[in-house]
């Protein structure tokens, strides 16, 4: 079946805007995640969905970030009040169960001009 | 602080010659995933191995798993031009932790 999916690929933003980046993860994948890898950089977390338990929130930066999943399976990454600092590529994953492999989708890379 | 760390950040070989990268971790470990990704984009898993293994083979790829040193390295035998990647390591610990990435290495292959 299809792999993750993230939309839109690219996005462009003044700084202070507000941006909604989407996730549709792998039919029957239970886990989603999001990640955020600047330039060169690692992977950083910023929140994990498991089911229907409450998300693990750990690894957002700032109360600017947000994210919600609907129905258990589409996710949506909002950044309000854009900065430069969160320009980035972000990364969206999703696995059959906790310790199981992810599965990556091709990521947005995000541009805060 | 990261918790996989790989070493080293940069390794460039000729094609046909072997490529090692080593992982260092800090906690406890469920298992711990290797990791390839082209162009800064998307990731693609490349093995697992779990805490009780030590060793673990997928065609040109080796992985090793030493958790008294908390440490694993990735073989890429017979390397090729398009192994050019950087390849991270991912642990995932025995708790409620998500899986956590080291920043890398980036492997160039030279035809």
């Known amino acids: 079946g299809a792999g993750v999916s993230q939309s839109p690929s690219n996005k462009v933003t003044e700084k202070g805007k507000d941006v909604e980046l989407r996730c549709d993860p792998i039919?029957?994948?239970?886990?989603l995640y999001w990640y955020r890898q600047s330039l060169g950089q690692g992977l950083e977390f910023l929140i994990y969905?498991?089911?229907?338990?409450?998300?693990?929130k750990s690894g957002l930066p700032s109360d600017r970030f947000s994210a919600e999943r609907t129905g258990g399976s589409v996710s949506t990454l909002t950044i309000q009040r854009t900065q430069q600092e969160d320009s980035a590529v972000y990364l969206c994953a999703s696995s059959s169960k906790k310790f199981a492999e992810q599965y990556f989708g091709p990521g947005t890379r995000l541009t805060v001009t | 602080s990261q918790q996989g760390e790989e070493d080293p950040q940069a390794l460039s070989i000729q094609e046909g010659e072997n490529a090692t990268m080593n992982c260092s971790y800090k906690?406890?470990?469920?298992?711990l995933q290797w990791y390839r990704q082209n162009s800064g984009r998307g990731l693609v898993h490349l093995i697992l191995i779990r805490s009780n293994e030590r060793e673990k083979h997928s065609g040109r790829l080796r992985v090793t798993l030493d958790t008294s040193k908390k440490s694993s390295s990735l073989l890429i035998t017979a390397s090729r031009a398009a192994d050019t990647a950087s390849y991270f390591c991912a642990t995932l610990s025995s708790g409620n932790t998500p899986l956590v990435f080291g920043k890398g290495t980036r492997l160039s292959v030279i035809a």
């Open positions: 969905f498991q089911g229907n338990s409450a998300p693990d």
């Open positions: 906690t406890s470990i469920n298992n």
């Open positions: 039919s029957g994948h239970t886990a």
